[in-house]
């Protein structure tokens, strides 16, 4: 059992840049953060892209479709920003059968002390390893089922259609 | 659906003391833990005892048992110290049946920057909503079934027997 | 001997806003560095603005010079963004005497885990208390005299004029 | 100008084994602390001792004592555990005379993210740059001359004796 993790940018990836004062991607920490949680699964990471969630387009999300398609792993984790997951999400349902990917992402970048991003990193792991095929959103401690997940965006959490 | 969090101390919840210099239990972190994580899984937290796992007897682990019978949640993570965290997982799985129970717990205390705890809280919680009924232990990343799992004292890291 | 310590903005006290992804200012963190660094200077902290310092002006500037007055306090740090600190020093050092006047900030917010903020604090609290009266910058460790100081916009860091 | 830090353990310095559980010392941070307060201020950093300063003699002292008088610098700092500082600084008051030395310490190991050591590492470095010939502890944000200090171990806070 091989998990693949698809890096494709959201707040989790971003650093302050203390010459501009401005946030910006360098590059992925999900190694960094495999490291500290001591993970001993069996993993691969890859950046696919480093994109604002807002910015993501839907030839963008064709890309890490194809992506998905393309390779061996059939358990994928891929982090994205928050704003956007559930267009990728769905997206992705309509587009892939056969394999578990688990969307996650985090609210506060990694790289403040204060991140959200370790605590999902785990619990994706997590469900990766135990939710049958489908496509899903693992946020707030919780997965959600591509097609019956929103993000509130007036308190910044993750909820159910119905 | 209800998760249980029981707190029985372990290194996930040493604190320092900066007058004497050495390492101590005061209050658990889990709550604080949770909301780092936004988590919105409803839990109840409590904590049954404080001690480092080497000094765990079988009379506490009966009193964890029977704690673990006597609750009406049927998901139950328990926080434990990592040295005998598998004995306990052992003694819980002779002793409880139909319910789900995920025993974690950290190698470096969650008040330091660089704990790997957050990491596994994240996954005990996504573990216990996903994993049918019986005993395990989740670190590193993985899970593992109670009486197929032991702690690497050489490099401090779960592995399975065989 | 107490210290007034000004705070007016700068990368010191963004925070991060997880629902917009930008910084923006809250609150002082002053009172908080303080506690961490278990400070026993008597201080008093007032927020007399909070700009970033490429928007400051000089009727900023008279607001600033006109507090600095006006205390009864001989000893001040101001806290300021690093980019216009220099101009804020020049500005300070034609209308104040007889008073000592330290100003200090940060490359990198303090409520990012790794700021640069905690030290220069300690530092500015320290150069406060030695040095004779005057405006200085304190950052990177040093003290600079208002008027022999720049900042080095390629690398962060200030420098002497000659 | 050129500063001398002269490590000699202390809490400062600590590091937590999570194998078996314990604080212990590994190497010193003050690289790594100076990099995070982009010190520019030029130091030598020389680990003389790993001590806790509870274990510290007066034969360690004589060590430090001799290294203070054999080298060239003029500003040392000395990084110490906070137990003894005041005995140490004693020490080196009765024996050094016209160069200006600073003890310095933590009630926190730097590895923790909560430290004091940052700010006190900024202040020691400050006030080695600015106060005259002699021999002083810096903690609490403040200095304190050799022989009119003493740790309060109630409220592991640093007074003057009168």
Redesign the interface.
């Known amino acids: 059992m091989e998990i693949l993790i698809l890096v494709t940018g959201g ?1 989790f990836a971003k650093e ?1 840049n ?2 501009t ?1 401005e ?1 910006f991607f360098k590059d992925t920490h999900v190694g960094e ?2 490291n ?6 069996t993993t691969t990471t890859l950046t696919l892209m480093m994109k ?1 969630s807002l910015h993501m387009t839907d030839e963008d999300r064709s890309v890490i479709a194809g992506k998905c398609k393309a390779v061996k792993q059939d358990l994928i984790i891929i982090t994205h920003g928050t704003d956007t997951m559930v267009e990728t999400a769905d997206f992705l349902a309509k587009e892939i059968k056969g394999k578990t990917i688990v969307l996650t992402g985090a ?3 990694y ?6 991003g ?10 990766v ?3 049958d095929k489908g496509v899903y959103v ?6 959600f089922h591509a097609g019956n997940v929103r993000k509130n ?6 909820e159910e259609l119905k």
């Open positions: 707040t302050y203390e010459l004062g946030l953060m495999l500290l949680g001591r993970s001993l699964v604002d609210m506060i970048p790289k403040f002390g204060s991140s959200d370790l605590f999902n990193l785990g619990s994706a792991l997590a469900f390893q135990t939710l693992a946020m707030n401690g919780r997965y965006k007036k308190n910044g959490v993750f």
